[in-house]
């Protein structure tokens, strides 16, 4: 299908993820008939495109794909995963201020959203959000690792070299 679309000649840029379609071009009528033809290419083989597509400029909305959303010159992160983000800062940095321990969930989790920034315009996100927290220390907990719990029910400690020292104990 790739090679279709392409051979169209009918978009300027075509990006495909998955099952997700973006056609990027100057001609609203020239996208419309990429459309019916990618259906009509569908049709032959017995698939069916979505009946929410459109055509619209991106010039104000951009384009949500891959949890971003892209503009001319710059990209964001999708609302949803911004708000994600904030209010699992909040938590951490809640717990912290109680003198509480954050999890390996939680310190991996947040080290996944700081690299969701990273392919972003979202340095001032990191810096209000994750700079706070301290990206070190949520890397600290992440590479000690969850507790591990052998199946006696003893705790040998967090992470994977824990549990190589374990079992190369037992081998003995």
């Not at 569908?42 to 891959?66: C, E, H, I, P, Y």
């Not at 994750?130 to 400690?157: S, Y």
Request: charged share 25%; hydrophobic share 40%; glycine share 12%.
């Amino acid at each position: 299908m790739d090679h279709y679309i392409a051979s169209l000649g009918l978009s300027n840029f075509y990006i495909r993820n998955m099952d997700d379609l973006v056609l990027l071009g100057p001609n609203k009528k020239k996208l419309h008939l990429a459309v019916r033809l990618i259906q009509g290419f569908l049709g032959d083989m017995g698939l069916t495109m979505k009946a929410n597509w459109q055509v619209f400029k991106v010039d104000s909305r951009g384009v949500d794909f891959v949890g971003y959303r892209f503009f001319h010159g710059y990209t964001i992160l999708r609302k949803r995963n911004f708000l994600k983000l904030t209010r699992q800062s909040r938590r951490i940095q809640k717990k912290l201020a109680n003198g509480q321990e954050v999890s390996f969930h939680a310190a991996s989790g947040m080290l996944s959203r700081a690299g969701q920034l990273k392919h972003c315009n979202g340095f001032a996100i990191k810096k209000r959000y994750i700079d706070i927290i301290g990206e070190n220390r949520l890397k600290d907990i992440v590479r000690k690792g969850p507790k591990v719990i052998v199946a006696d029910g003893t705790n040998i400690g967090g992470g994977i070299e824990a549990v190589k020292e374990e079992v190369g104990s037992n081998a003995d």
